[in-house]
């Protein structure tokens, strides 16, 4: 980033200055993470884009993936300016968050990104769309706090009549945000999105390999700064951005790129997965028994809905599956304590028994 900006420009505000004096030592400045490589962190500040490194202390001190800066957070640091590298010593509360659950993981979440306003879920109109995966991205943004935005891309891959289908489908998820379409190579609703864009606020693009987003990121920044997917490269899946950045446009936006996402989990909370299903939501508050599962009570207002096409079975399989994946996600460490302190009680129990006994 050749232009300097000042820290508002960079998206501080006061819920991060609020915080600063509590979070951050005396003589110690603050940064924004533009980009995370292994151990080293891309920084930038009112005066300059650097390099940084955390502080063995705070290294020691985080016990989770979440508790690392990731791109879009805010940090103290200590710097003088003979020195090659900001030293990182704390992370200021996030104000929002994209997290996944690591594949393969049972209880550790990876922070994608932090403090975004928005994030485009990117789908491709043509092979990549999936109403399923869409409604997964969606409760993970939801979760996170940030806005969620979808965006088709490839539009000129498939007839209008078929895109408009497309967008029946979505809607009639009971999505109620912003829906763009658009085609990278056309140029068709590229402007429409970014006219979206705002500055000194951050816009995070996530999506499947392929989908489109360093193309977009292109067009949006003006020059082909981004590596995108070899035209001649078959299909989707393969995947071409391998790093995370911030990068920020002509306009002073900001936008972080994403390597494509294959697989994530969800971890939401009730109010999430039922916020993103309002309308089964509604029609659950009328069903005869509080704790009702939709699948085979009695009195159930949500199967009954089904029955007469208010709602689509993919819709409500859906939900059911959310609602019992998120249950569990949000369960697994809670149980995992139980069981800790049932064997706990057990091994005293046995102690008391064995007193008894001798
Ligand atoms: N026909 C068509 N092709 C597109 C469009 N947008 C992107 N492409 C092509 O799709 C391929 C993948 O685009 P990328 O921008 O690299 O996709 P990506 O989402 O950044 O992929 P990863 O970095 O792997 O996550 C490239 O060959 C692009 O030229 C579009 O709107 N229409
Ligand atoms: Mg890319
Ligand atoms: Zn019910």
Redesign the pocket.
């Known amino acids: 980033m050749d232009k300097v900006l000042t820290l508002q420009e960079l998206g501080w505000d006061e819920y991060f200055s609020e915080q600063r004096a509590n979070v951050c030592s005396d003589g110690q400045s603050v940064a924004r993470v533009i980009a995370v490589d292994k151990d080293q962190f891309l920084l930038i500040n009112e005066s300059a884009t650097f390099r940084g490194r955390l502080s063995g202390r705070f290294r020691h001190e985080s016990q989770t993936n979440a508790q690392l800066p990731a791109v879009g957070d805010w940090v103290c640091i200590d710097k003088s300016s003979q020195d090659l590298f900001a030293l990182i010593h704390h992370l200021l509360a996030r104000k929002t968050s994209l997290q996944r659950k690591a594949v393969g993981s049972s209880s550790d979440f990876q922070m994608i990104a932090a403090n975004m306003d928005v994030v485009f879920i990117?789908q491709?109109c043509?092979y990549d769309f999936n109403l399923k995966r869409l409604e997964r991205y969606l409760l993970m943004v939801r979760e996170g706090g940030a806005e969620a935005v979808i965006v088709l891309?490839?539009?000129?891959?498939i007839p209008a009549d078929e895109l408009a289908e497309k967008l029946t489908q979505i809607y009639r998820l009971g999505v109620t945000g912003q829906v763009q379409t658009?085609?990278?190579?056309?140029g068709e609703g590229v402007e429409a999105l970014a006219n979206l864009l705002q500055p000194a606020r951050t816009y995070c693009?996530v999506?499947?390999?392929?989908?489109?987003?360093?193309?977009?990121?292109?067009n949006l920044l003006g020059e082909q700064r981004?590596?995108?997917?070899?035209?001649?490269?078959s299909g989707?899946?393969?995947?071409?951005?391998?790093r995370r950045e911030l990068m920020v446009l002509h306009n002073g936006a900001m936008v972080i790129?994403?390597?494509?996402?294959r697989e994530f989990g969800v971890s939401a909370s009730d109010a999430t997965v039922d916020s993103g299903f309002a309308d089964i939501q509604q029609l659950a508050e009328q069903c005869r028994f509080r704790d009702c599962t939709h699948t085979s009570e009695p009195g159930c207002a949500v199967l009954a809905a089904l029955e007469q096409g208010q709602i689509s079975p993919q819709h409500l399989e859906n939900y059911i599956k959310l609602s019992k994946e998120s249950a569990f996600n949000q369960m697994s460490y809670a149980e995992k304590r139980q069981k800790d302190r049932d064997f706990g009680k057990f091994i005293q129990q046995m102690k008391k028994d064995l007193d008894r006994d001798n």
């Open positions: 990117v491709s043509h891309t490839k539009t000129d891959l658009l085609s990278n190579i056309t693009f999506g499947s390999s392929g989908v489109g987003k360093s193309s977009l990121i292109n981004l590596e995108t997917q070899d035209v001649s490269a989707e899946g393969t995947h071409t951005t391998v790129d994403n390597p494509g996402m």
